[in-house]
């Protein structure tokens, strides 16, 4: 952890039951009521069978109309903003969707353009184009004060949200947030790779979450992310923040998380890190987390909302 400024701002505070453990920047209530749960809610796993919630539109001039899925309820809602090439129907979209329906909070779950049943070409998107798409659902379905809950590339774009909408985003979740992801995994790759890459306009990018092994990204998508990049200045997000991230993470190391902690000028973050979760972090442990994590957030947002 040296270098990023963790000495004299952060305190290590393990939980050996639950297999995790938090790095809290700041003095605040959240951890205390996030280490020692509340008996009185029904837990979200025993949710009746799944209602089925039909896919509905965001019509948006001159842009590719977004699919969504909206839960009405109390306030705060969630926003739940997916990974690279993922849909809204994973698996822990499915389970905020579960939980929110326990306690009666809005919901809105989508799909990007280009993405799953949203319109559009993957191959023209971009994620300044992404970025768009989380602000129109913000700003055209979201009502009141939101949370929002970023997973990989999502949590890069929730911090782009909460800059750019601090008046309505009231809180963020990261799960293994994937901040400038894509431009520092493109320049640690060596130079005569890079060439190549340029040449040939096009990144075969190997993963093992993708079918074909490989995700192909235009050189120039990844030209268009360098615009987007947080992690090089102060990040200008004050509300609070959790973090989680596996330490098996061999996508975007847990290391990530903590630099994103140390940029955002909010003193109100902590680092939950699960020492053997990958990048995916779907395992039910890993959701419990989750949704433990916004509960506690709807708690402490409650007296400043209500």
């Known amino acids: 952890m040296a270098g990023v400024g963790l000495a004299a701002a952060a305190s290590w505070v393990p939980c050996r039951r639950r297999g995790w453990a938090v790095v809290s920047f700041g003095f605040h209530r959240g951890l205390s009521a996030l280490l020692a749960r509340k008996p009185e809610r029904a837990p979200w796993w025993l949710a009746a069978c799944r209602q089925k919630t039909s896919v509905s539109f965001l019509s948006r001039p001159d842009l590719p109309n977004l699919a969504y899925k909206k839960l009405k309820g109390k306030s705060p809602g969630i926003i739940f903003i997916p990974g690279y090439i993922s849909t809204m129907n994973g698996t822990k979209a499915l389970a905020i969707e579960d939980f929110c329906k326990s306690l009666g909070h809005a919901y809105i779950r989508f799909d990007y353009s280009g993405i799953g049943n949203s319109d559009g070409n993957l191959k023209e998107c971009t994620v300044g184009k992404w970025r768009k798409d989380v602000l129109s659902v913000i700003d055209e379905l979201a009502e009141g004060p939101q949370i929002l809950v970023g997973s990989s590339l999502g949590g890069w774009l929730?911090?782009?949200?909460?800059?750019?909408?601090?008046?309505?985003?009231?809180?963020?979740?990261?799960?293994?947030?994937?901040?400038?992801g894509l431009v520092t995994q493109f320049n640690q790759l060596p130079v005569e790779t890079k060439k190549d890459i340029e040449m040939k306009g096009v990144w075969a990018m190997p993963s093992k979450y993708s079918e074909?092994?490989?995700?192909?990204?235009?050189?120039?998508?990844?030209?268009?992310?360098?615009?987007?990049?947080?992690?090089?200045?102060?990040?200008?997000?004050?509300?609070?923040?959790?973090?989680?991230?596996?330490?098996?993470?061999d996508v975007i190391p847990w290391h990530t998380s903590v630099q994103v902690a140390d940029r955002v000028v909010s003193k109100d973050v902590d680092v939950i890190l699960r020492k053997d979760s990958d990048h995916r972090m779907k395992e039910k442990a890993d959701l419990q987390l989750l949704v433990y994590t916004i509960d506690d957030l709807i708690d402490k947002l409650s007296t400043v909302i209500n």
């Open 212 to 249: 074909e092994g490989v995700y192909r990204i235009q050189y120039s998508v990844i030209k268009e992310a360098e615009h987007h990049c947080l992690l090089h200045s102060p990040i200008p997000v004050n509300c609070p923040i959790r973090l989680l991230h596996g330490m098996k993470d």
């Open 158 to 180: 929730m911090l782009h949200a909460a800059i750019a909408r601090p008046q309505k985003v009231v809180a963020l979740v990261g799960i293994a947030t994937a901040v400038d």
